[in-house]
């Protein structure tokens, strides 16, 4: 799946934060009350924490866990998957009960939390699996 010897591409970095951005985007201009006339620098500001968390996830969670996963040299990128979408998943819900969102009931809310990482994790896993060979 990786290898240990050699760290991810930028790209791999940069691809699955951005798809994870979008998504989050996605669930945050659902979430918003009604449109209103927003600059562009407050959409920033509301991605803001998302991009960072994200990135986070990337560095303390995925990439550790592909130097692991090519250390034992385990092969099995839908296991990385699932294993990186558990924790995302605990996380997720450790971060949606700290700030007792979870209370809310809201599926939307749950979700803009939940999916974006797992867009993140997937996006990564195929980024890793089909990796271009350095030249």
Known sequence: MGDAKSGPSIWT????????T???????????????????????LEVAPAVMLMLLFQVFVLFPLNILFARRQLDRP???????????????IVILHGTDTLKQGDLWVDA????????????????????????
């Open 13 to 20: 970095w940069i691809v699955p934060l951005l798809a994870g």
């Open 22 to 44: 979008a998504v989050y985007f996605l669930f945050a201009e659902k979430l918003e009350v009604p449109p209103s006339r927003v600059v562009w620098s407050e959409e920033l």
């Open 78 to 92: 839908l296991f990385f998957l699932a294993v990186s979408t558990l924790i995302w998943v605990a996380v997720s």
């Open 112 to 135: 803009s939390v939940i999916v974006p990482g797992i867009v993140v994790a997937a996006v990564y896993m195929l980024m890793i699996v089909y990796r271009l060979p350095r030249s």
